[in-house]
C-alpha cells in the first residue's frame, strides 16, 4: 500500500472535514455525496448523525469501528448507523457514493453495520440522486427518484462480508498475522498453542471475542484478503495459492457460498459497473 505524500494527506483531511460540516447542516431530506479517492488514504475515525450508506462504485474500502472491520468490494455498500465512529480506508483506488438517511424501521434501524448488495436499479438511482442534487427544492424528479431509492434500498441482500476482530491484544496479533498471510489450512490448534490454551478452552475464548467460530472467521479472513487483488485483475489461479487452497475449485467454493457468484463472474461485474 503506498503512502501518500503529506500535503495531498493533508488536502484529503480537509476536504473530508469541510465534507462533515456540510452533511451535518445539509437541508436536503436526503443528502448524496460522491467521493473518489487514492489508494492508501484513510479518512480518519469519525461519526454522522444520519445513517450512511456507504456505496462503491469501483475500487475496495475497508471500515473500521470498535465492532469490527468491513470489507466493501465495487457493487456492495456498507450501512453505518448513525453516531458509529468508524474510519474508511482505501485499500485500491476508490469511486464511492454516500447516502445519508434519517433513522427509522426496517433495515435502516439495525445497530450494527451490514453489507449490502447493491442493485443495478439503487446504482441508477444513486447516480440520479447524484446529478439532480442542485435542483430546485421540490423538484418532482428527484423526490420520486429518492422515494424510489429508499424502496430499493430497504429490500436489498446482504453479505457476510464482516469480520469481527478481538478485543484482545494476543488474539487480535494472531487474528492480524493471519490476515497478512492467510491459509486455508490454518490450525486451531496451532492457534491454541499459541496462546497456551486448550482446544476447548481457546474454542470458546475465539467465539466469546469475536462472535463466529474460528472456521468462519477464517474463511471471512481469506476472502477479505483476496478482494483487493481480484479488484486489480490478479488471475484467480493465484489468488486461490496465495490464500492457501490447493486447487481453483475449492477457492471457487469458499467464494461462492459467501458473495453468491464465482470469482470470475465477481471480477468480471465488477470491471463493467
Known amino acids: 500500500m503506498r503512502k501518500l505524500p503529506q500535503h495531498l494527506l493533508e488536502a484529503r483531511d480537509e476536504a473530508h472535514r469541510r465534507n462533515l460540516g456540510w452533511i451535518a ?4 431530506d436526503i443528502p448524496v455525496h460522491s467521493n473518489e479517492d487514492p489508494a492508501g488514504y484513510t479518512i480518519p ?68 453495520p451490514v453489507v449490502l448488495e447493491v442493485t443495478d436499479l439503487a446504482r441508477s438511482l444513486i447516480i440520479e440522486a447524484i ?34 476482530f478481538p478485543p484482545d491484544r494476543r488474539l487480535a496479533a494472531l487474528c492480524r498475522a493471519y490476515m497478512a498471510a492467510p491459509s486455508a489450512n490454518a490450525r486451531l490448534d496451532t492457534w491454541a498453542e499459541a496462546l497456551a490454551m486448550s482446544r476447548r478452552t481457546f474454542t470458546r475464548f475465539f467465539l466469546r471475542e469475536t462472535g463466529v467460530s474460528f472456521a468462519t472467521w477464517r474463511q471471512q479472513a481469506s476472502l477479505f484478503a483476496c478482494l483487493p487483488k481480484l479488484a486489480e485483475g490478479t488471475p484467480v489461479t493465484q489468488i486461490a ?33
Open 25 to 28: 447542516y445539509a437541508e436536503a
Open 241 to 273: 495459492m496465495l490464500a492457501g487452497y490447493e486447487n481453483v475449485a475449492a477457492f471457487t467454493t469458499m467464494f461462492r457460498r459467501l458473495l453468491g457468484t464465482s470469482p470470475r463472474s465477481y471480477m468480471k461485474a465488477s470491471m463493467t459497473r
Open 131 to 164: 446529478r439532480l442534487r442542485e435542483a430546485p427544492a421540490g423538484s418532482r424528479k428527484l423526490t420520486l427518484s429518492l422515494q424510489l431509492l429508499m424502496e430499493e434500498i430497504a429490500s436489498l441482500k446482504s453479505r457476510p462480508l464482516g469480520l469481527p
Open 45 to 112: 475515525l469519525h461519526s454522522h448523525q444520519r445513517i450512511q450508506l456507504l456505496c462503491v462504485f469501483s475500487g475496495v474500502v475497508a471500515v473500521a469501528t470498535e465492532r469490527g472491520r468491513w470489507m466493501i468490494p465495487p457493487g456492495h455498500a456498507l450501512l453505518i448507523p448513525h453516531h458509529l465512529e468508524h474510519s474508511v480506508e482505501m485499500l485500491s483506488d476508490v469511486s464511492m457514493r454516500s447516502v445519508y438517511l434519517l433513522p427509522r424501521e426496517g433495515i435502516l434501524a439495525d445497530p450494527q
